[in-house]
């Protein structure tokens, strides 16, 4: 309690401040923001998935800022992100044009266009290489200028493919869904609405926690829930992004490039119904497992089940980072306010209750 | 990234006027509908959620640069979180601001009201962590929509029964609900019973902001606000008689309590500190006046 | 009362998941209600029913039947696909309550209805008291008068024979019979002309089935309430109805005196319901 009942708030923030400083500067060797963004590209990709904003360099500064605190670097950003107007509204992206690095199926053997393994941690075996502890950058540097040059001379004409479920789709075995062409509603802009349309559910869960969406999913396919899903494409690569050109009618305008991991998982039918459900899953960045994740979170949510994961409120309302993190940590705040409230409504029991005994 | 002044890197009052718009559209709903609760498209701050976020995104709002600010946490203006929200939106605004409930157009507050009554003239915007009074009886944002569409309450009268039942008494906490203009149960956020009655019949706007769970609740000036309490349990406030300001000797008021760490004896304080400075600086006043004569 | 006019009447009430397609719109009597083509499930279909004053009418089938998804729909807990229900204590039977608007079927659940189902889970607050699981349904009804609720739930709860000095305690502590009891004080808190009742002694010793099935004749005795009682047990509907409907897929394959439909049953589901019980 003391440190609100004493005087003097403004000069305790100013020295928590100046601490802070402190312990970010610890040692004597500098983070360097290119490093940074370069050599630790999934935290960057996670930080940038559940802030909701593409911005690596940002994403960059914001670590070095909080020490490496995932969740503050995203408060970071988020805040940042409110601050910026928004200029445009990019044209609608479709997955299937994507520039592949990496695509797998774990439905079937053979897709058209083949199956890519790409850079995945998924074989390697978690050994620590003590190697890393002197590593020679010009040496790294070599090695890289010849790989680099090797693998171009084996890259394919086309880096797309058509997306695996579109076979399954022609063949009337999946499903059928409405198609939806109203304008999606905006997270950002309006409260969720409930129950949430499926422009929402995904937008929630795109920007969700990682571990949130993980330990949800995990729960869904262990036994809290119903799916049984098997990975119908999981690709990896990045997509053009582009407005409509505001002068020209019809034209659009190339601004860049976001990479993205995309799932389509295959849920297995619902009660009262003979197609395979399927499940989406989209995030920005490198990120199989949350990716993975939503998809089983998307199919669970649209399931009439008991199961957590089926109830919407429970899944769209827990999982963002600056909510949940925000919430638990205002508990830190004073509330003796409330507490001397509470504690005069014991004493009253109290009260009470010995009248009651005494009778 | 705060450098001296943030007015320069920031808009006023930190969010873009398309947002301010959009939320003063929300206070102008909440006022029509009182005790209603707006959801509204709450913005990211770089403020905590959780730490009062609704209540800045409506004082950024209505805050003109010409207006003067007080900000208390738990009735205290120099609480670190009061301080740290002060100076985010002096900041990016540079407003005065002043610790006299009197002197301030807009007061932000977390789980007080001021002591001394406010004028039609001001505006209490009050910090609200849930919303929902009726959270407790459905953690379900579509089940109690339709039950206050409903005006379905016999839940949250469940609990007040279960209350009186159990604990001997339906009156055991803060948040203790109310219902505005007959028509609406409300959370009037997590101030003290004692506080309760300062809703009802007010001259002042009192504004309610929930930055997490975005949503924007209002009592108008003049609106009848009960406290829920059955016929034969009437309302009762928490219980502040005998005690005495240690500092500034007020009776009447709600008080923190505090041990003395010598004596191992229990004080009380002013919870309003800004109204106990107050009354200090007025005795003192008077002592010096009482003195004039004699030094001269 | 006029005991000709039925306090609650059912018209072709219809629950359905699934959109349904031509076969299964022009087979009425597809197997378990389930359509071999476009798998909807028609889980009511077209019943018809009257309830008259202070007679309890029984409704026996198989597990998936459609007997309690029925009971659901006349208390409002899901939606009815189609069809028409009517109280004539309502707007003189004249309102079609299963389209009635969200606040008018709230008034007819606190006023005019109660429910014990099977599961006590889903009719009471297992965190709440026992008296204040009992106090909920005065409270819906509007009492805001907490010494009389007190007073009327030590009664009611003294009734169902559990002891006024376990009034404070959760439902959650007590025993599945208990559980059934305080469900019963509190679907008949205000004395409701209507109540139903939903498998309510399924998996309770037999014992103490016995006992709860007493108790509910001898309230219904008492109040004259009018009952609407689901079982898959034929002894339980020989023992409480005074009327039966056999459902079976959905449908009422047979109606009747309880006693003609023991004696003499016509349908041949019913008649290996009835040679199972003998």
């Known amino acids: 309690m003391g440190y609100v009942a004493v005087t003097g708030g403004q000069e305790a923030i100013d020295a928590s401040i100046e601490l802070l400083r402190d312990y970010r500067s610890r040692g004597d060797v500098p983070v360097d923001l290119t490093a940074l963004r370069d050599r630790m590209g999934l935290l960057i990709d996670r930080i940038m998935s559940e802030a909701g904003l593409y911005a690596p360099d940002y994403a960059a500064l914001a670590l070095k800022q909080c020490e490496g605190s995932p969740e503050e670097a995203v408060f970071l950003l988020r805040a940042y992100r409110s601050t910026l107007q928004r200029n445009y509204t990019s044209c609608t992206v479709d997955g299937s044009q994507m520039h592949l690095r990496r695509r797998i199926s774990s439905a079937f053997k053979d897709i058209p266009g083949g199956q890519q393994l790409g850079a995945t941690y998924d074989y390697v075996h978690r050994l620590l290489d003590f190697s890393l502890e002197q590593e020679n950058e010009e040496e790294v540097q070599s090695w890289k200028e010849q790989f680099r040059a090797e693998t171009e001379e084996t890259q394919a004409l086309s880096d797309q493919a058509p997306r695996v479920l579109d076979l399954l789709r022609q063949e009337g075995l999946l499903e059928q869904v409405e198609e939806d062409t109203s304008e999606p509603c905006d997270i950002t802009m309006e409260k969720l609405p409930l129950p949430a349309p499926r422009s929402a559910i995904l937008q929630t869960l795109t920007r969700a926690d990682t571990g949130f969406v993980s330990g949800l999913a995990y729960s869904d396919i262990r036994g809290f829930g119903m799916s049984h899903p098997t990975i119908g494409e999981l690709r990896y690569g990045w997509l053009d992004i582009e407005v409509d050109s505001p002068v020209e009618e019809g034209e659009r305008i190339y601004v860049g490039a976001v990479d993205i991991t995309e799932v389509e998982g295959l849920m297995g039918s619902r009660p009262g119904s003979s197609g395979i459900g399927v499940g989406y899953g989209c995030v920005m960045g490198r990120n199989d497992t949350k990716a993975i994740a939503m998809a089983v979170l998307d199919h669970a949510l649209t399931l009439k089940d008991t199961g957590p994961t089926s109830d919407m409120e429970f899944v769209l309302l827990h999982g963002d980072c600056l909510e949940m993190n925000g919430f638990i940590s205002h508990l830190k705040l004073p509330h003796y306010v409330t507490f001397q409230s509470k504690l005069d409504g014991l004493r009253n029991q109290k009260r009470s209750m010995g009248h009651d005994e005494e009778k | ?296 | 009362m006029d005991n000709r006019t039925p306090v609650l009447e059912g018209n072709h009430i219809t629950v359905r998941f699934g959109e349904g397609c031509d076969y299964c719109r022009s087979h009425p009597e597809i197997e378990r209600g389930r359509c071999p083509k476009c798998h909807t499930i028609w889980a009511v279909r077209d019943v018809s029913f009257q309830l008259f004053p202070g007679e309890i009418l029984g409704i026996v089938g198989e597990s998936g039947s459609g007997k309690s998804t029925l009971l659901r729909a006349l208390y409002f807990d899901r939606p009815a696909t189609s069809g028409e229900a009517h109280i004539s204590l309502y707007h003189q039977g004249k309102t079609n309550i299963l389209q009635a608007s969200s606040q008018q079927k709230r008034y007819l659940r606190n006023h005019l209805m109660g429910m014990v189902y099977q599961n006590p889970m889903l009719g009471l607050r297992m965190g709440l008291s026992s008296g204040a699981n009992v106090a909920e349904k005065l409270i819906a009804a509007g009492n805001r008068n907490a010494g009389e609720m007190i007073g009327r739930s030590q009664q009611l709860l003294r009734h169902v024979e559990i002891p006024v000095e376990r009034m404070k305690e959760a439902p959650a502590v007590f025993s599945g019979g208990m559980q059934q009891r305080v469900q019963i004080s509190k679907a008949t808190a205000n004395n409701p002309p209507i109540l139903f009742l939903d498998e309510v002694t399924t998996g309770l010793d037999l014992s103490v089935q016995a006992k709860v099935l007493d108790l509910i004749r001898s309230i219904q005795k008492e109040l004259g309430i009018a009952m609407m009682v689901v079982s898959h047990d034929l002894a339980v509907i020989r023992m409480m109805a005074d009327r039966t409907m056999v459902m079976l897929g959905g449908r009422v394959v047979e109606e009747g005196l309880t006693d003609q439909i023991l004696e003499d049953p016509i349908h041949e589901y019913t008649q290996t319901l009835v040679s199972s019980l003998l």
Not at chain 2, 97 to 123: C, G, M, N
Not at chain 2, 138 to 159: F, K, M, S
Not at chain 2, 280 to 291: F, L, N, S, T
Request: with cysteine.
């Open chain 2, 1 to 296: 990234m705060m450098r001296k002044n943030d007015r320069e890197d920031y808009n006023f009052a930190f969010l873009d006027e398309g947002s301010k718009r959009e939320i003063r559209r929300s206070i102008l709903h909440a006022i029509g509908i009182p005790g209603y609760q707006v959801p509204f498209g709450s913005r990211e701050l770089p403020i905590g959620r959780g730490w009062g976020t609704g209540g800045i995104q409506l004082t950024m709002s209505i805050i003109g640069p010409e207006d003067t600010l007080k900000v208390i946490d738990q009735g205290n203006d120099d609480s670190v979180n009061a301080v740290s929200i002060k100076r985010l939106i002096c900041h990016t605004t540079g407003v005065e601001t002043t610790t006299d409930t009197q002197k301030a157009d807009i007061i932000q507050s977390r789980h007080r009201i001021p002591e001394e009554p406010l004028r039609e003239d001001q505006v209490l915007v009050l910090q609200v962590p849930q919303p929902e009074p009726l959270r407790r009886v459905d953690p379900h944002e579509e089940v109690t929509r339709q039950l206050h569409a409903d005006g379905e309450y016999t839940g949250i009268w469940v609990n007040l029964f279960e209350a009186l039942l159990t604990r001997g008494s339906p009156f055991l906490g803060a948040s203790h609900p109310v219902l505005v203009d007959g028509r609406y149960v409300m959370s009037p956020s997590p101030i003290p019973r004692y506080d309760n009655p300062k809703l009802h019949q007010a001259q002042c706007l009192y504004l309610f902001g929930a930055g997490r769970e975005k949503k924007i609740y209002a009592v108008p000036p003049h609106t009848d606000v009960v406290s829920l309490a059955f016929e034969d349990h009437p309302f009762r406030q928490e219980d502040m008689s005998g005690r005495k300001c240690r500092l500034c000797g007020a009776e009447n008021v709600y008080f923190d309590e505090l041990v003395d760490e010598k004596t191992g004896e229990t004080y009380y304080q002013c919870s309003d500190t800004g109204y106990c400075q107050k009354r200090r600086q007025q005795q003192e006043q008077a002592e010096c006046q009482g003195k004039g004569p004699n030094h001269g």
